[in-house]
Each structure stands twice: as C-alpha cells, then as structure tokens.
C-alpha cells in the first residue's frame, strides 16, 4: 500500500486544465469580439490559400516556360518529360504534381499565357486543376478568360466549369428575347439580362414524351439543384404547381422563384411546344397576382420567363411590344447538340449513314 505522503504528492503533482467559463459569463461585447476575430481567422485562412495557389501558379509557369524554351531550342521529345519526372520525384520523394502528363500541361498553360505573371485578371485566383479544363476544353484565350471570369465570380467547382463549358454557356447567356429595357431601371434590366439564357440546355432530363409540360416540370423539381445551376446564381427555388387564388378562381403557375439580386420573384411557365403570343396573357396574370398576393411591399416587380421548346424570334419579339410587365422568352433544351446552327447540324451524320458506316466496317473486319 502507498503510503499517506506519497498519495498527498501525486495528488499535488497531477496537472489539470481549466474549465471553458461559461459562455452566460462573458460580458456583454463579447459577441462582438468573437465575430471579429472569426472573421480575421476566416480572411486570413483564405489569403494563406490564395498567397499559396498563386505562388504554385506562378512556379508551374515558370517550369512550363522552360520546357517550352528548351522543346523549342533544342528540339527534344517526350523522354525528356519522363526522364526530368522521375528525377524530380527522386530528389523530392514527397513532391505531387510533377507526372510527365502534368510536367506537359505546365508547358500548354506557359505556351497560353505568355504573360501569365503579369496578369491581375480572376484566372490568377482559379486553382491549377481548373486551369487544365481551360486548357483540354477551350482554343482561344478570350473564351478561356470569359470563363476563369464566371468561374471566380460564381465559386464554380471544376465539375461545375467543365458543364458550363459543354453546354456552351458563353454562346447561351443573356440571350433571351425580353423586354427588360422597357420596363426595369437601367442597372435592373442589365442584370436580369444577363441572369437569362437561349436555349437553356436541361441535359438532365430523361422524358418519355416531350409534349408532356407537367412532365418536364415533375423532371426539373426533382433534379431542382442542376435547374437551379443551369438558371445561374442568384435564384432560389419557392415552389411548383404554386396556388394563386384570383376573385375566387384558382390558378397555378408552373414554377417560382425569387432573385436574391433583383430582390423580386420570378414566374416560370413551361411551355413543351413552339411559342404563341398567347401564352403571354397567361403568364402576365400570374405575375400581377403574385405581385399582389405574395410580394412583400419592398420588392421589385415580378419578372416573368417563359420556356418553349422552340420560337420564332420575330414573332417573340412583336409578341413583347408594347407589353408592360418585364417578360423574357427563351427555348429549352434536352442536350446542346439540338441547339447546334442549322450549318453544323447539316454537317453531322444521319443515323442511317452511321450504321451504314458501322455495317460497312463490320464486313471489312477479317474473320
């Protein structure tokens, strides 16, 4: 049994922590001083990683400025890539990022960007994998750019850069045949403008008849989260199928939202057939009755978008004279390639001429 003196001395020896006090104990600026702090701990942590993306950047450059310089003078081919790979990862065993296939895509991004340190433009701030996508999916420097600009504006992932450069959105965005000039503020109608697009491209949908518009509206609340990336940043999703009663008589619109940016609601009425001038009257009802039965008195005035499969874009904009509430008319699509210019669509293959092809090869193959 240990004796009495030596329990007194392991107890007076133990070490012990104080308590957290109380968070009902601290004074009254405390709030204050802890959402001060939280926010430098928060902007410090991401200039750190902006500091080190940017400096990773600019060491990537510089190495692919070499290869280039050296492929260039020299005239060397892909052993060199693979020799200076292993040697690097020999000499710094916990280097990542030095494959011969990325060693190839710093030489691509110095061969793109010239002047990439001197550049104080968003695609500085885009990390190295989302320069690679730019790198595979677009040729020329002012699309690349237009989309580093989207991607730093928006905080768009890499997958998310990779959709949006598929489906084209450069060709697609504030394209829709609207009214805005007319009846918003200047600095308003630029914006919804831009927040709109032609065609939209819905290439999550899987429809089994595309003349069904209740079908196509169950398909995109049920994928709500790619149709909210496809209508861009800013719009929150309120409800489908939403009740307006008018004097008595119900009616519903098929779809609404509300721009967090514009500060208004924005109806969406579904359309699975080619435009009429007709539908207009319907939306516009819907957009007064929403104005009068759910926006709050400090709101803009409802924006109404209306989605057909196909128009004619004179007829729409006719359609739009003279009509007073701020209105926009775009076509919706199930994949990019139905939005292709009638010259690359008569360029492609019919289905007949592929498996003719296919068939064709089928009996040249030996037995």
């Not at 009495?4 to 004074?27: D, W």
């Amino acid at each position: 049994m240990p004796s009495q003196e030596l329990v007194t001395a392991a107890a007076e020896t133990t070490a012990s922590f104080p308590g957290v006090p109380a968070a009902t104990s601290m004074p009254d600026w405390y709030p204050a001083l802890l959402n001060t702090v939280a926010q430098e701990v928060r902007t410090g942590r991401t200039r750190a990683l902006a500091a080190a993306n940017s400096e990773l950047l600019n060491s990537y450059w510089s190495i692919g400025r070499q290869l280039a310089e050296r492929e260039s003078q020299e005239g060397w081919g892909a052993k060199v890539v693979t020799r200076l790979s292993a040697d690097i990862r020999t000499r710094f065993p916990d280097a990542k990022g030095f494959s011969p296939r990325n060693l190839r895509y710093m030489k691509s991004f110095a061969q793109a960007w010239p002047e990439f340190p001197m550049l104080q433009a968003p695609l500085a701030t885009l990390p190295w994998y989302h320069q690679i996508a730019l790198l595979e999916k677009l040729d020329d420097a002012a699309t690349r750019l237009w989309y580093a600009a989207a991607a730093a504006r928006h905080g768009w992932s890499r997958n998310v850069l990779t959709h949006q450069i598929e489906t084209r959105l450069h060709e697609r965005s504030g394209q829709a045949i609207t009214n805005f000039k007319t009846t918003m503020v200047p600095a308003d109608s630029d914006l919804a403008q831009q927040a709109t697009k032609d065609p939209y491209v819905f290439d999550f949908l899987a429809m089994t008849d595309r003349r069904s518009e209740r079908e196509l509206e169950l398909q995109l609340v049920q994928h709500v989260e790619k149709f909210l990336l496809e209508l861009g940043q800013g719009f929150a999703f309120v409800g489908e199928q939403v009740r307006l009663e008018i004097a008595g008589d119900e009616f519903f619109a098929d779809l609404l939202f509300y721009h967090l940016k514009l500060r208004c609601y924005m109806v969406i009425e579904l359309k699975a057939v080619k435009f009429e001038p007709g539908f207009l009257g319907q939306l516009g009802m819907y957009m007064a009755a929403v104005d009068d039965l759910m926006a709050h008195p400090d709101d803009k005035p409802t924006i109404g978008l209306l989605l057909c499969k196909e128009k004619n874009s004179v007829v729409a904009e006719y359609a739009l004279r003279g009509f007073n509430a701020p209105v926009g008319i775009a076509e919706w699509r199930t994949s990019i390639a139905e939005s292709l210019p009638d010259e690359f669509v008569a360029s492609l293959p019919s289905i007949e001429t592929l498996e003719a092809e296919l068939a064709s090869q089928a009996r040249d193959l030996p037995d």
